[in-house]
Nanobody, 121 residues
């Protein structure tokens, strides 16, 4: 299983960015996917997640109302629309997915390589 992220970059305060994460490989089902972020000197934290089947979402208070997570079920792809970006949103953003590779196998956690999001004043 492979998770490939794209869409990071440099943006000014108040700007917007869109991240994508595509899952590929031997996938039987995806339980949920999420975006974690890690700022310099800080622990990795969950920003937002989505239950892949139902589309139910969860947001950290720090991003609520500014970030929107979505998924394309057919393409095994997750998106993150980030608006009204702040300096404190600067971090490496990691895609995470909880995936079953066979019907009777366990759910395993997979990570993308990370994509840098930098917000400047």
């Amino acid at each position: 299983v492979r998770l490939v992220e794209s869409g990071g970059g440099l943006v000014q305060v108040g700007g917007s960015l869109r991240l994508s994460c595509a899952a590929s490989g031997s996938i039987f089902s995806i339980n949920d996917m999420g975006w974690y972020r890690q700022a310099p000197g800080k622990q990795r934290e969950l920003a937002t997640s989505i239950t892949f089947g139902s589309g139910d979402t969860n947001y950290a208070d720090s991003v609520k109302g500014r970030f929107t997570i979505s998924r394309d079920y057919a393409k095994n792809t997750m998106y993150l629309e980030m608006n009204s970006l702040r300096l404190e949103d600067t971090a490496v953003y990691y895609c995470n997915a909880k995936i079953k590779t066979t019907r009777w196998g366990p759910i395993r956690s997979y990570w993308g390589q990370g994509t840098q999001v930098s917000v400047s004043s």
